[in-house]
């Protein structure tokens, strides 16, 4: 296999690098393309806890930590590419299916909506439990006094 030389990272490996001089905002692509959400990928609770990339995304901007860890990072977008392509077999390979590749960046951003709005219906259920499981009558206005 021939060793490519990233112009974005400098780094010979046996993988490109993301751009992160040429196209920082490359980096969202590639996170959605692998299947992780934002929460996912730069949670620190359920996630990787690379917050620091994530102005690459967002403004186009990358950090000097961002930079240091660029290739670790491709390296491991690389190998969850490399699985992705397995699960699809070699002979499957195609240029239609690389272009289909891109609706995989679909999946999640709709689980994300998908989950604010399971919260949303969530709390609209507990409100009316907590309604109907209330000892009290509903509260009623009364009449101002008059002047």
Known sequence: MATLRSTACGLNCCSPCLPSEANPYLLG??????????KEFYGRDKGFGVGYFKSMEEKGKTSKTAAADLP???????????????GVGPLRV?????????LLTVGPQLRGGANNQRGTDGIVQVFEIIRRSSPMPPLRCAKAPSR
Request: with cysteine; hydrophobic share 45%.
């Open 29 to 38: 692509y590639y996170r959605l393309l692998m299947g992780y959400s934002q």
């Open 72 to 86: 670790d990072l491709c390296v491991a977008f690389c190998a969850t590419a490399s699985a992705l392509l397995a």
């Open 94 to 102: 195609s240029r239609e299916l690389l272009d289909d590749l891109t």
